[in-house]
């Protein structure tokens, strides 16, 4: 039996009027809405005698997670002995899980001396257990399944037509005349480029992001704040001005900014589980060109190019200062990346070696492929020097033969593109009689409702995914050109160092695809050592001797010291 004082205490305790409300229980009626659940359980509180009443909302929070910061208030509250009645419109508010609803009503409300009203399911714990309570609770459940299953078939379709399904990044917002739409918005977009430009001119996403933090750059987070633009799950940062690696990572890797719309990146497991997963990148459903682009897509994909090629680590022995070349070499026989490095007792000397040497790294390739800094810099200067000036002096020759390796390029990218074309026309053709032989069988009622459902939205998807395929194939077909093109930038870029006469970072990014290092051979003054320098768009080229043009080349690496450099040749 209580005492007189819990009875004194339950009689004077708070009766929490709990009230929630989802996107899609908004959906269902108006008289979900917070203000009318409010009005009808104050209204019940006086008709009950209840009073010192307090309200606790939980606005566009599912039923199916309980992790809400109004319910755990509540929650709170009771734990602390305030709260002695709970007052929810209907079951379903309290929440759509049925055996956590379950447990709270039978359980934990029960333990804690709690009063408990459903009020339009007629549930009142003061008057014992209703036995209709847990079909309702299983109904709800039932209901927020079916909800997600209606969303979530929404949600395929809006993404498989196009429709953005995410917010816009970083650079980006939504179209006030089109929420579907994104459009530039200046102030980010430029920092956007910026960062791209950063990138390619060779820093690291460490370096980026304190470039932009000392020059007081608003940190995305802090720049949706500033702009009273909401991002779900998005905290006020500390210092609005801290820019993070991740973050540069992350814009640096955002195929968007080319002016694609990428959907189904991520997904959740099931209607309970809200936790997004990253989708594998397969799942992926890309539409191209759908919105302005921020980025030119060229140098998008070479930023995509220099990142797989760059594994983080950390510098050794030389100050953190990268070497020009750094990321471009590779060994010749493992095709592993050359790692710099500095002589630990003579710290001028800067060297370069396999970064899968058996006997340093405990790797699989078998020599060390050593070459020093100072050499390698000067042959890759004497290599482009002399395909400049051949350039300069036979240009109709050096155009030939760019024309015959891109024109051999050009035809066998034609070919991969239009045998995958009639691939995927083929399996179109074939899913579409499948689509035709179902819709058959369901009409003369050989197959379930279940299943045909099932089924025509498989082939549904697949059909849309093949559609795009064979478009965008189709498109890089017709693009193929643009091998061409690269041919003319990679020319431009010759002719552009015959101005400047001397090896840059970003001249580098236009020219060099990678440089193969082999280990040297011989003994002595006798020893050779290969070096192979594979071009952007044309790859490795063997230019003839030509009348006038010197032999060997001597490369002056440092004072005393000297390689001679010998070009290998085609046949004129």
């Not at 969303?151 to 005349?177: F, M, T, W």
């Not at 001028?348 to 050499?375: E, M, P, Q, V």
């Not at 431009?492 to 082999?518: N, S, W």
Request: charge should be positive; include cysteine; charged fraction near 30%.
């Amino acid at each position: 039996m209580q005492s007189k004082n819990q009875k004194l205490n339950k009689i004077a305790g708070i009766t929490a009027l709990y009230c929630r409300l989802s996107r899609d229980d908004g959906a269902e009626c108006e008289s979900n809405s917070i203000a009318n659940q409010k009005r009808m359980l104050e209204k019940k509180a006086k008709e009950y005698g209840l009073k010192n009443t307090r309200c606790y909302v939980d606005d566009g929070y599912t039923g199916t997670n309980f992790n809400r910061p109004g319910f755990q208030q509540m929650l709170d509250d009771i734990e602390s002995g305030y709260i002695t009645t709970v007052m929810v419109k209907d079951l379903s508010r309290l929440g759509r899980y049925a055996p956590t609803v379950g447990m709270y009503m039978d359980s934990y409300f029960p333990e804690h001396d709690v009063r408990f009203i459903a009020v339009n399911d007629l549930v009142d714990s003061d008057e014992g257990e209703n036995e209709i309570a847990p079909f309702k609770n299983v109904m709800n459940e039932m209901y927020a399944r079916d909800i997600s299953k209606k969303v979530r078939s929404a949600h395929r379709i809006r993404g498989n037509c196009g429709e953005p399904l995410g917010q816009p990044p970083y650079g980006y917002i939504k179209d006030p005349l089109n929420k579907k739409k994104w459009i530039i918005e200046p102030g980010a977009a430029e920092i956007v480029r910026e960062i791209f430009k950063m990138c390619i001119e060779g820093k690291g996403n460490e370096t980026i992001a304190r470039i932009l933090s000392e020059r007081k750059i608003l940190a995305p987070t802090a720049y949706w704040f500033d702009r009273g633009i909401k991002r779900g799950g998005k905290k006020v940062p500390k210092d609005p001005w801290k820019w993070k690696c991740e973050s540069i990572k992350k814009i640096l890797s955002n195929q968007e900014y080319c002016g694609d719309v990428i959907n189904f990146k991520t997904y959740s497991k099931n209607f309970r589980n809200k936790k997004r997963i990253d989708n594998p990148q397969e799942n992926w459903v890309i539409f191209k060109d759908i919105h302005e682009p921020i980025i030119d897509r060229a140098v998008f994909e070479r930023v995509q190019e220099m990142k797989a090629k760059t594994k983080r680590r950390a510098p050794k022995n030389n100050g953190g200062e990268k070497h020009l070349l750094s990321d471009y070499l590779y060994c010749g026989d493992c095709h592993k990346k050359l790692w710099y490095h500095t002589n630990t007792i003579n710290k001028d000397i800067h060297f370069f070696s396999c970064s899968n040497y058996a006997k340093d790294y405990r790797g699989t390739c078998k020599t060390r492929h050593y070459i020093r800094a100072d050499a390698i810099e000067q042959v890759v200067m004497l290599e482009i020097r002399r395909l400049a000036e051949f350039l300069r002096d036979y240009e109709n020759a050096f155009v030939k033969i760019l024309t015959k390796k891109t024109n051999g390029d050009i035809l066998t990218q034609q070919r991969y593109l239009q045998d995958e074309i009639d691939k995927a026309v083929a399996r179109n053709d074939k899913v579409s009689g499948l689509y035709e032989k179902l819709y058959e069988d369901h009409a003369e009622n050989k197959v379930s409702e279940e299943w045909f459902m099932h089924m025509s939205h498989k082939y549904e998807t697949e059909r849309l995914e093949l559609k795009n395929k064979i478009s965008r194939f189709r498109k890089e077909l017709a693009e193929t050109d643009s091998l061409k093109i690269g041919q003319q930038s990679f020319v431009g870029a010759i002719r552009k160092f015959l101005k400047v006469q001397k090896l840059t970072r970003p001249l580098l990014q236009e020219l060099i695809d990678h440089i193969d290092v082999y280990e040297t051979e011989g003994v002595g003054k006798s020893r050779t050592q290969r070096i192979a320098i594979y071009y952007r768009f044309v790859g490795y080229i063997e230019l003839p001797q030509m009348p006038n043009q010197r032999r060997n080349l001597r490369a002056d690496t440092r004072q005393g010291v000297s390689v001679e450099y010998v070009p290998r040749v085609a046949s004129a």
